[in-house]
């Protein structure tokens, strides 16, 4: 079964670290107080495109797309996200948004399940539920809707986002699409008369020209797991040593074969409880996990689990898993966090490899707050890796890649969505070879060389139409082009050194990872 779909392309920050009492990430510039977030949105904004591409076909229930991107499914709302990449997904009857991040084309309203549904929307699309139009007004150059749902207006024709979310949206004459994401309702044919048309000067939207450098900062930080500081917890040795515990015996049916567990009991200070359980595979991997119950921990009282499962088998890897984790500090910092926090560092791999330092972000969400700081995450699900090739070729790549939702003082109290249209990317042969550092007694490592991405492409889109792009082919490997756009209309295009971002570039994460 296949049908056709409506079609978006989607165009999508340094800023503020997070603190805790336990010391701050020495990248971390002031800023000014917060307030409380809006919820997390979804946006998009339009990308008129002539080039054809074959869509995603839903068969029983498995949408599924062809071999010519990194595709994302999402809910229709696009709050939460289904699948990663691969070339299927199978989900639950429903409506669902399918987003092929290489090329920027989004699919709403993919019909799972529903003959009836899948029938409507291969016609014209344009329905509005039974919403009478009369709901969309018009005065002068805006367009405006009721309070009942995520509104976005298109061209006419839907293949470009002009405004999402809000209440009201400013346009110039000429026909438009309106489209309530919440109930599916479609209002084709809102004409707009007016001659007074909005003039945007690059200085007005959220995201702009005086603020794009920090928002890709902040942005960039989120990729190398910079963002998170020193306020996700690490293994809590000096606690356990520190405080009585008692072992509990990890019934034989729980394991599986092969596996072997101890399981101890930690009594807090507060009445609380802390236990640790130590997984080991017979394959090499160890697991261990760490589960708070209201447990005051020195400044901290913390609850959820925490799990780090580790692999010293052909290279070193770390992935820390967190669930539903808290933190509340004395100072009044508070930390939440869920979702898989991945790294890996290591030197002298294999043979062609002599260094990696890699960060991840799977399905992760986290927020940071203060008296004076709100940072928030969601939806994470980045790459991000450097590594030192061949010592005898002196190769080194980058890549980053993925996307996440992003709210702070930089954003205004929106949220924010970052996305790599083209995962940025540089492979480099130095003239000479690379420059070693010992970090251990006795262990080379080398350093890190000058670079830049030399391909890929970057994006951030506010709610307020407004976004930003860097594209790392500028024709000057020491430069990145940047295009600042409103409602999918280019205002400025200008290069920036990535000297700017040189800081926040140079490594991954390192404070959680070193502290485990």
């Known amino acids: 079964m296949r049908h056709n779909m409506h079609v978006h392309v989607s165009t999508q920050i340094s800023g503020d670290y997070p603190r805790s009492d336990r010391g701050m990430n020495s990248l971390a510039p002031r800023a000014p107080e ?25 068969n029983g229930a498995e949408i599924s797309w062809p071999d010519d991107g990194w595709y994302q499914v999402q809910t229709a709302d696009g709050e939460t996200t289904l699948c990663n990449g691969g070339s299927s997904c199978s ?13 920027g084309i989004r699919y709403a309203d993919v019909q799972v399940g529903n003959a009836q549904s899948n029938e409507a929307q291969s016609g014209d699309g344009d329905s509005n539920d039974g919403q009478s139009s009369d709901s969309i007004q018009v005065s002068g150059n805006t367009i405006s809707w009721p309070d009942d749902g995520w509104y976005q207006v298109q061209t006419a024709n839907g293949g470009e986002s002009v405004c999402s979310g809000g209440n009201s949206c400013e346009v110039g004459p000429g026909s438009y699409l309106v489209i309530n994401h919440t109930t599916g ?12 048309q909005p003039v945007i000067e690059p200085s007005e939207g959220l995201i702009n020209r005086d603020n794009h450098v920090e928002l890709l900062s902040q942005a960039f930080s989120v990729y190398t797991g910079k963002v998170y500081g020193d306020t996700l917890p690490g293994i809590p040795q000096a606690f356990m040593e520190s405080h009585p515990s008692t072992e509990i015996e990890v019934p034989p049916a729980t394991l ?37 119950n209201d447990c005051l921990d020195d400044t901290v009282v913390r609850s959820g689990t925490l799990s780090s499962r580790e692999n010293n088998v052909g290279g070193y890897y770390r992935d820390l898993m967190f669930s539903s984790y808290n933190g509340d500090f004395v100072s009044g910092d508070t930390i939440v966090a869920s979702g898989k926090f991945g790294s890996i560092s290591d030197s002298n791999i294999d043979p062609s490899t002599i260094r990696i330092d890699r960060w991840t972000n799977q399905g992760v969400n986290y927020s940071f707050k203060n008296e004076s700081t709100f940072l928030e995450v969601g939806n994470a699900s980045t790459d991000t890796f450097y590594r030192w090739l ?5 190769v080194f790549i980058a890549e980053l890649d993925g996307s996440f939702q992003l709210s702070s003082s930089l954003t205004e109290q929106h949220t924010v969505e970052v996305l790599t249209r083209e995962k940025l990317f540089v492979n480099i042969t130095l003239d000479g070879s690379f420059d070693f550092i010992e970090v251990r007694p006795s262990v080379p490592y080398p350093d890190v060389p000058a670079w830049s991405f030399t391909s890929g492409e970057i994006q951030i ?30 205002l400025e295009s200008f290069q920036q050194p990535w000297s700017l971002w040189r800081d926040v570039l140079t ?10």
Not at 94 to 103: E, F
Not at 259 to 270: G, I, K, M, R
Not at 507 to 516: A, E, F, H, W
Request: hydrophobic share 35%.
């Open 34 to 58: 917060y307030k409380q977030l809006v919820g997390l949105a979804l946006v998009s904004i339009g990308l008129a495109s002539s080039l054809a591409y074959a869509d995603p076909s839903v």
């Open 91 to 103: 989900v639950e009857p429903g409506s669902y948004l399918v987003i092929n991040h290489t090329t």
């Open 185 to 196: 309702a479609r209002f084709p044919g809102i004409e707009v008369s007016s001659s007074e």
């Open 256 to 292: 599986n074969e092969g596996e072997s567990a101890v399981l101890f009991q930690y009594a807090c200070d507060n009445g609380g409880v802390l236990q640790n359980l130590d997984t080991v595979y017979d394959f090499g991997d160890t697991t261990r996990t760490f589960t708070w």
């Open 390 to 394: 061949d010592r005898t070729d002196d």
């Open 461 to 490: 889109t506010a709610d307020d139409g407004s976004s930003l792009r860097l594209n790392a082919e500028s024709g000057d490997t020491q430069t990145a082009q940047i295009t600042l756009l409103q409602g999918g209309i280019e």
């Open 507 to 516: 490594s991954v994460q390192k404070d959680t990872r070193d502290s485990l």
